[in-house]
């Protein structure tokens, strides 16, 4: 028999009753903090990948660092998006004469690849005019700086960038990792509980790897493909990756995938939130990552503005 509650205030009190129930009753599946990860840094307001963006990154509460890594011509890996130096120094004016044979058969015009420079003739030169000239004198950074830098105060999600390109050179970009990873102690359970670090990378033969070696280190595939987020190829995925990171165009065309996902115990992480994007189909960033993570249900993602992530 359904009983129907006559006066307002009775009914008030039973929402009220329900509401605290609800509030105390332990949830079946606590959910787990919504992760920020500063997209190249803090790169929406400093120049990404030199310390200024890294220690904005730290002030904005960002969980997460993103280094994505190259390797120097003396085998360092330090902190760039590009295989190129041109976009982010000012290489083509200090090192006129270095233009790489080669690379314009990936991207028309004159490159400065990465790999044809040793560390020290990277460290000369400025990674922060080519943003503002506040930032002159901003410098790359090794990982192994950005590691000392980060450490105990937020979390590392490098990003393994071009491992096919480096193998043409002779070059293991990640066992280079791995052993850096090993070096600093940062794949231990003790390390990971105050540092936390997740791998991730489009190459899913080094997300193999990496699950062979640091079989502790959760490990993202990144995509930008819809055949990616299918029911059969998830579950491949899920064989050796902890998480799936595609872009937001990809979970906005699927959005079932969050589920899909989860079902099959991977983490959704999703990029790039900016808020200079001028595609962007909401009010503001903040609005958008709130979309992705309240309304989608993802787990994190790559931000360049870490301040406007929204907490709940
Ligand atoms: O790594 C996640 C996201 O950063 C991928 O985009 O090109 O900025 O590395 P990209
Ligand atoms: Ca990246």
């Known amino acids: 028999m359904t009983t129907i509650i006559r006066s307002p205030f009775l009914f008030a009190s039973a929402l009220v009753i329900v509401a605290v129930v609800a509030a105390a009753a332990p949830s079946a599946q606590p959910a787990a903090r919504k992760q920020a990860i500063a997209h190249?840094?803090?790169?929406?307001?400093?120049?990404?990948?030199?310390?200024?963006?890294?220690?904005?990154?730290?002030?904005?509460?960002?969980?997460?660092?993103?280094?994505?890594?190259?390797?120097?011509?003396?085998?360092?890996?330090?902190?760039?998006?590009?295989?190129?130096?041109?976009?982010?120094?000012?290489?083509?004016?200090?090192?006129?004469?270095?233009?790489?044979?080669?690379?314009?058969?990936?991207?028309?015009?004159?490159?400065?690849?990465?790999?044809?420079?040793?560390?020290?003739?990277?460290?000369?030169?400025?990674?922060?005019?080519?943003?503002?000239?506040?930032f002159a004198g901003q410098h790359l950074q090794t990982f192994q700086e950005a590691i000392d830098l980060v450490r105990g105060k937020a979390g590392l999600y490098p990003e393994l960038k071009s491992p096919e390109l480096y193998k043409s050179r002779g070059v293991d970009q990640v066992k280079l990792f791995v052993d850096i990873i090993r070096k600093n102690g940062l794949e231990t359970p003790e390390s990971l509980?105050?540092?936390?670090?997740?791998?991730?990378?489009?190459?899913?033969?080094?997300?193999?790897?990496?699950?062979?070696?640091?079989?502790?280190?959760?490990?993202?595939?990144?995509?930008?493909?819809?055949?990616?987020?299918?029911?059969?190829?998830?579950?491949?995925?899920?064989?050796?990756?902890?998480?799936?990171?595609?872009?937001?165009?990809?979970?906005?065309?699927h959005p079932e995938m969050v589920a899909r996902a989860h079902a099959a115990g991977l983490t959704v992480t999703s990029w790039t939130f900016r808020a200079d994007d001028k595609e962007m189909a909401f009010p503001n960033v903040k609005a958008e990552m709130a979309h992705f993570l309240y309304d989608l249900g993802i787990d994190a993602l790559f931000t360049n503005n870490p301040d406007q992530f929204p907490r709940r």
Not at 44 to 49: C, L, Q, S, T
Not at 233 to 241: C, D, Y
Request: glycine share 4%; proline share 6%.
């Open 193 to 253: 509980k105050t540092t936390p670090v997740i791998i991730q990378s489009f190459d899913e033969s080094a997300i193999r790897r990496v699950a062979v070696d640091l079989p502790t280190v959760p490990r993202v595939f990144l995509t930008s493909k819809d055949e990616d987020v299918t029911e059969a190829r998830i579950t491949e995925l899920a064989k050796f990756a902890t998480g799936i990171a595609p872009e937001k165009f990809v979970i906005a065309r």
């Open 40 to 134: 190249r840094g803090a790169s929406g307001y400093a120049p990404e990948h030199t310390p200024a963006a890294y220690t904005l990154a730290m002030a904005q509460k960002a969980d997460f660092v993103e280094p994505d890594l190259a390797v120097s011509k003396d085998n360092v890996l330090f902190c760039m998006h590009d295989d190129t130096l041109e976009r982010t120094t000012n290489v083509a004016e200090v090192f006129p004469d270095r233009v790489s044979a080669g690379y314009e058969t990936r991207q028309p015009g004159k490159h400065w690849l990465a790999n044809d420079f040793t560390m020290a003739e990277i460290k000369r030169l400025d990674a922060g005019k080519w943003m503002k000239p506040e």
